[in-house]
């Protein structure tokens, strides 16, 4: 990248010369990530208000350019100069110090500081918005910043989680002395913020949990050693321990505030003892800490850390669902770029049948991301303002994005890889990076198997948490009056069998293994009706009715895949949904999910 007559940017920005360019494929530097997201356009203009839109478009746009543009190469530029512990000075003394590459710094200035992508939604006037900026704006913004960095997105949802629950459970004390500062506005005044939770005998089963709590001379200090912590050098952690003298389980954790640096101005102690060496998102590191009586502040009651944690950790959930969606939509850009300028055997690649089949199946994956999380987002100002039926909505939909859109992108991504062919596992291009940062978001709070038991087992069969979701998906599908009766059904039957199967699964624990399979039937039955509603909103993008028809055959439905199969039906949605824009009108798709055509996976 720096011969700048030949980067990828060049081509990206100016336009593909194979000439020029040696007949190699460009990629998506350069390029505006909002402008070329006629989707994300499209499901703003449903899911915003008119004023939210005219205001925050272009900021977007401008954020848009930056995403694919600066960020982009920062990002690149850090995947390959991650951080370096300094455990001494040149004195002798132990300080263990992460040094981070200039364009880490850069980075973070971009989304704390440029964007405020953390406190948005916590402050008033924020981007000149009157109040506290919607939610679904926050997602959007994570969305395009997550095509290109995703490391940096744990700094920036931890410090956004941390501020809720501080403001939820801190005493009116604590909030005094942190709420301030991590909600500056500028750099060098701002506090970032991280959670501290898995110990090496404390997992996925955080009860388990081995650091202890003692209150010394009026002053909590905790003892021992967390295994992963992540945005290791945070000014203030939010971090689980077990007082002295509390019970085993989850009843005996309590969450606690701990900052880096005490009012004094001396460190607090605890050591960070080294940065693990991981898959992906290599801009962040990720430690191991030896707690030493560290003075930490408790937040809440005593008896109540984990349910309070989870608060953050559901809030992580939903993020990294947004992060897998942004991936995947790059990924499906970066395959677009290759197959509408790679020309083999004569034809442009997006001519070829199997290129393009290669293409839908990261294309939907992707659209099914943005369906769920924009209905997330937008359920969720009414849930923090108190509605239980909006708050149930977002109970369910969190560890549904994060099982299925995470697992999915690391599908999206490696067929993304594939379709650049040899250049695609060469570093110089971002196809390796996206493949592996997207294999990290399968472990971060909590595996698939997990996210499922929570689903299943606590959301459907505790708390009844489906029903909700259920009714707003019915209602949704009751409102699309445009829709064919016969694809209606199709739908309302295909959601009444996921929901059916999810309760028969949640009904008995002997049913355990049929969790995930449970939980991606949800999400895929909740996809596609989305999916068909938004396409037959006034300023929805038509389009997305196809998809839905795509998640409905190859998701849900059952088929034979030794079948022969009439793909008319198909080869037709895929000249709409390759195009820059959307140009199809509904009655054009509505005749395409009406063909009765031979269905295959």
Known sequence: MSDQNFSPSTSAASGYDPKQFGHVAPDTEGLNFFDIDQSLQASLRVYASSDLYAHFQPIMQRFGEVAGGELDRLSRLVDKNPPVLEQR?????????????????????????????????????????????????????????????IGMMCPMNMSDATIHVLKSYGSEELKAYLLPKLMAPNMKDMWRATQWMTEKAGGSDVGALETVAKKENGVW???????????????????????????EGIAGVAMFALPRYLKDGSRNKYRIVRIKEKLGTRSLASCEVVLEGAEAYLVG????????????????????????TGQMRRAFNESMQVARNRTAWGKKLLEHPLMRRQLIKILIPAEQGLAVFMLAASQLDAANAGSADAASIVRMITPLIKIRACRDAVTATRSALES?????????????????????ALVWEGTSNINAIDVIRRAVGKTRAHEPLRELLNGRLAHATQLPEAYRERLKTALDRAFSFAEQTASSPANEHLSRQAASGMYHATSAVMLAWEACQPNGDARKLLTSRFVLEHRLEPADPLAPRDGAWEDAAYTLLFQDTCTAKLAETIALVSDNSARAR
Not at 91 to 97: C, E, I, N, Q, V
Not at 106 to 113: A, P, R, S
Not at 306 to 318: A, P
């Open 89 to 149: 000075d040149r004195f002798g003394r132990d300080f263990d110090r992460i040094e981070y590459h200039p364009a880490y710094h850069q980075m973070e200035k971009i989304g704390f500081e440029d964007f405020q992508i953390h406190s948005m939604c916590h402050r008033e006037n924020a981007h000149g918005w009157t109040g506290n900026v919607p939610q679904l704006v926050k997602y959007t913004f994570r969305y395009m910043f997550s095509q290109s960095e």
């Open 221 to 247: 200090r905790l003892y021992g050693e967390k295994w992963f912590a992540s945005h290791t050098d945070a000014h203030v952690s939010l971090a689980l321990a077990r007082p002295e003298g509390a019970p």
């Open 420 to 440: 650049r062919a040899g250049n695609g596992v060469i570093e110089e291009w971002v196809n390796s990076k996206l493949v592996r940062d997207a294999h990290i």
């Open 301 to 324: 009651r005593e008896d109540r850390g984990i349910k309070q944690m989870m608060e953050e950790v559901n809030m992580s959930r939903l993020s990294h669902g947004v992060r897998a």
